[in-house]
């Protein structure tokens, strides 16, 4: 019974230092496992930051660009009123075209009518300077 006792006592001796092994390694395990976890801990920090960082940013610029779109409606406007001023005075002056071409058509219209009247007139005149030419030389022939 003694050899079995010994027996024993080194199955328990090898099981104890089989045990301790495996606690060492398991204890090494876990160390490495928390650094690994912090390293990913400080990662998920910075990432974090620079979420925000991106956030506030995005935020930043999407509030520069609605006061950008803003003033670029009101410059819109303005213009606007500028296109609708120059129309308006395309308008008037198509107007003004349409009633100087009125006019000038009334007028070469009385003139075209007319050139029958002066032309007759311009005869008559012509008629008449030649009777006053003709009575005046019988006058002065008269006279000598």
Known sequence: MLELDWLLYISVAIIAIAFAILVYYL???????????DAVSSTVEG?????DGITRESTELLH??????????Q????LNSVFLAAK????????????????SDVVSQ????????V?????????????????????QQADK
């Open 27 to 37: 204890i090494k395990t876990i160390i490495s496992m928390k650094k690994t976890l």
């Open 47 to 51: 990432l974090q930051k620079q979420v």
């Open 64 to 73: 520069k660009t609605n006061r950008l779109a803003e003033d670029i409606q």
């Open 75 to 78: 410059k819109s406007d303005a």
């Open 88 to 103: 308006d005075l395309g308008d008037s002056m198509q107007r003004i075209n349409y009633s100087i071409k009125r006019v």
């Open 110 to 117: 009385k003139a075209d009518e007319q050139s029958d009247q």
């Open 119 to 139: 032309a007759m007139a311009v005869k008559w005149g012509n008629v008449a300077m030649s009777f006053w030419e003709k009575w005046k030389a019988k006058k």
